[in-house]
């Protein structure tokens, strides 16, 4: 059984429209939850962290997490082609970092 | 601020040899985790670092290995190589460690096992 689980995609959506990621984990006592953005050929880097339930916004960006449902995700709003790239969803359990595979978002302009 | 500095980029190996891959963390970062990246298993955790300790060690077998230095540079070694072992090496720096997620990762170091 995988860890951390993400819908592989491709998720497609039209330029301006909002674009949705969603995350599963199995270890309930997992306490740090991250998105990391990677581009084609480039190395992950860290766009939202969060900690507690609920929301968190910075920007276009919305992260939720409720940690009852095991439950984590990106919200992009205006979405724009440069977002287009592979979403990682990371979970932190006793210093183990565990990332899902991925889910790749294309945004069409 | 330099950022993370792996080497070498790209290298060539056949079954059975044994490689050793570097690690030059962002000044300051005292930690160190290590990742192997592949098409079919994604982003998986090898082990961290942390002032020359070893943290935490992913589900791998004992030819992957590592160590830090005490200026937080850090090598992980592979022997007796195997074909499987094909994938791109990522290594994350972190201030303080691989739990407040705020990794900075390197361009990674791509093995290719013949």
């Known amino acids: 059984q995988k860890e951390v689980e993400q819908n592989s995609g491709p998720l497609s959506v039209p330029e301006g429209a909002i674009a949705s990621l969603n995350c599963t984990y199995s270890?309930?006592?997992?306490?740090?939850f991250f998105w990391y953005r990677q581009y084609s050929g480039k190395s992950p880097e860290l766009i939202m962290s969060?900690?507690?339930?609920g929301d968190k916004e910075d920007g276009r960006f919305t992260a939720q997490l409720n940690k009852a449902s095991q439950y984590v995700s990106l919200l992009i709003r205006d979405s724009q082609p440069s977002d287009s790239a592979t979403y990682l969803c990371?979970?932190?359990?006793?210093?183990?970092?565990?990332f899902g595979a991925g889910t790749r978002l294309t945004v069409k302009p | 601020k330099a950022g993370v500095t792996q080497t070498p980029r790209y290298l060539i190996k056949t079954r059975g040899q044994q490689v050793t891959l570097s690690c030059s963390p962002i000044?300051?970062?005292?930690?160190v985790s290590w990742y192997q990246q592949t098409p079919g298993q994604g982003l998986q955790f090898l082990f961290e670092?942390?002032?020359?300790?070893?943290?935490n060690k992913g589900n791998f077998p004992g030819r992957f290995s590592g160590r830090q230095f005490s200026n937080s540079r850090s090598e992980m070694n592979v022997s007796t190589l195997e074909l499987g072992d094909s994938a791109l090496y990522l290594c994350?720096?972190?201030?303080?460690?691989?739990?407040?997620?705020?990794?900075?990762f390197g361009e990674g170091s791509r093995l290719t096992v013949l």
């Open positions: 270890d309930r006592g997992s306490q740090s």
């Open positions: 670092y942390f002032s020359e300790t070893q943290r």
């Open positions: 000044s300051g970062h005292r930690s």
């Open positions: 969060i900690y507690s339930n």
């Open positions: 994350a720096s972190s201030r303080s460690g691989t739990d407040t997620g705020e990794l900075f």
């Open positions: 990371a979970v932190n359990y006793n210093n183990d970092m565990r």
